[in-house]
């Protein structure tokens, strides 16, 4: 069974640019996750769908959106981005409509100059 | 905010020993509890979890303590191998907040030969 794909693994913007992450989840699952990771701040929760549904939100601006298709596959877009964007961004997957077990990718790592 | 903190960033062990890795945390509604091991330029990966009905879970090598009267976490290896050697993230989420988690900071776990 094939794990939570992301595409790209490694990226560099500069500031002002946007970016767009993908992320596909184990088949299957249906609930898709994005988490921030940096030395800093650690591992911070961004937005979670279910279903193409933004189910939960964390506390990131408006800068910070996503979306899910239908077979589950999901997005996120970084609009306008600063230097302290710069982060490993990791998608996770769960089966069902409950708090499960994450099933986490390797991460898109994002540079920003 | 919701805080999950780790008592030690750093552990070194000898293979062989047992380890133990600590967490606490401050939601007293959390319901939900997962550790989760990093190993460099890898996605966390699931190790066990607990709920809050329980106090005590045991799986391969690996057994997690809850404690809810003073809300901490444990994590226990045994038998402690190089390939141990990583960090390990415990994360919470509380009733209905789907798979919105707040994660620790990490400790990272050396493993000794």
């Known amino acids: 069974k094939a794990g939570v794909t992301q595409t790209p693994r490694y990226l560099i913007k500069t500031r002002g640019q946007q970016v767009t992450l993908s992320c596909s989840p184990i088949?299957?699952?249906?609930?898709v996750s994005w988490y921030q990771q940096t030395p800093g701040q650690g591992l911070q929760f961004l937005f979670e769908?279910?279903?193409?549904?933004?189910?939960n939100k964390g506390n990131f601006p408006g800068r910070f959106s996503g979306r899910q298709f239908s077979n589950s596959r999901s997005e996120m877009n970084v609009s306008t981005l600063e230097l302290g964007d710069s982060a490993l961004y990791l998608c996770?997957?769960?089966f069902g409509q409950g708090a499960g077990e994450l099933f986490f990718g390797e991460g898109s790592r994002l540079t920003v100059l | 905010g919701e805080s999950v903190g780790l008592h030690l960033p750093t552990l070194s062990v000898q293979e062989g020993d047992n380890s133990i890795i600590n967490c606490a945390y401050s939601?007293?509604?959390?319901?939900?509890f997962i550790w989760y091991k990093q190993e460099s330029g890898k996605g966390p990966q699931f190790i066990i979890d607990i709920r809050s009905n329980m106090d005590k879970r045991q799986g391969q090598r690996v057994t997690v303590l809850l404690n809810k009267t003073v809300k901490h976490l444990s994590l226990q290896i045994a038998a402690t191998q190089p390939g141990d050697s990583a960090v390990y993230f415990c994360?919470?989420?509380?009733?209905?907040?789907?798979?919105?988690?707040?994660f620790g900071t990490g400790t990272s776990l050396t493993v000794i030969p």
């Open positions: 996770a997957s769960s």
């Open positions: 769908y279910f279903s193409e549904t933004q189910r």
């Open positions: 088949s299957g699952h249906r609930s």
């Open positions: 939601n007293s509604a959390s319901d939900y």
């Open positions: 994360a919470e989420t509380g009733l209905n907040t789907g798979n919105q988690f707040y």
